[in-house]
């Protein structure tokens, strides 16, 4: 299957969705363990540390799953079955720190379980991927919380 996805991640803003508000519309995974005991997190490219695969939700995706499954893919390299939509989740970042690059964003996030782990992908040049247990992802994604508030809605076991 991953031969038929890009190798290509995509970047820019062109084909981003916002909401009413203006807000950017954000799609991501919680990549659980097929026993949900680990969650798999990705290397941040901006602010160093680790997040959860996340990213735009384009015009030419039909729904916010399409999303958060490409970026998935483009960023941790994995193929995955979506098992539980998780709800939306606010930006909590203080407005000081938005910005033109980076708006006040509505995150909505899908618990999924990881069927494949490929060996390349788009972004593995610039992320690492790293298996977690809940206590290490929970100390990881302090720094953002709204990273935090999706693992807290999964089922990851605690």
């Not at 979506?82 to 709800?87: S, V």
């Not at 809940?134 to 919380?145: S, V």
Request: hydrophobic share 35%; proline share 6%.
């Amino acid at each position: 299957m991953a031969s038929s996805r890009s190798m290509q991640a995509r970047t820019g803003r062109v084909n981003q969705r916002y909401g009413p508000q203006g807000e950017r519309l954000v799609a991501g995974v919680v990549p659980l363990s097929p026993d949900r005991s680990k969650v798999l997190v990705i290397a941040s490219t901006r602010r160093g540390g680790w997040v959860l695969p996340k990213g735009g939700w384009e015009t030419d995706e039909s729904t916010a799953q399409d999303a958060a499954c490409r970026e998935a893919w483009e960023e941790a390299g994995i193929q995955c079955k979506i098992t539980r939509d998780l709800g939306h989740i606010k930006e909590k970042r203080d407005p000081s720190m938005q910005t033109p690059d980076a708006p006040k964003a509505l995150y909505q996030f899908f618990e999924v379980t990881v069927e494949k782990e490929e060996r390349e992908w788009p972004e593995m040049h610039k992320r690492a991927r790293q298996w977690m247990s809940y206590g290490d992802a929970a100390k990881a994604l302090k720094q953002r919380p709204e990273l935090l508030e999706a693992l807290n809605k999964s089922s990851i076991k605690r």
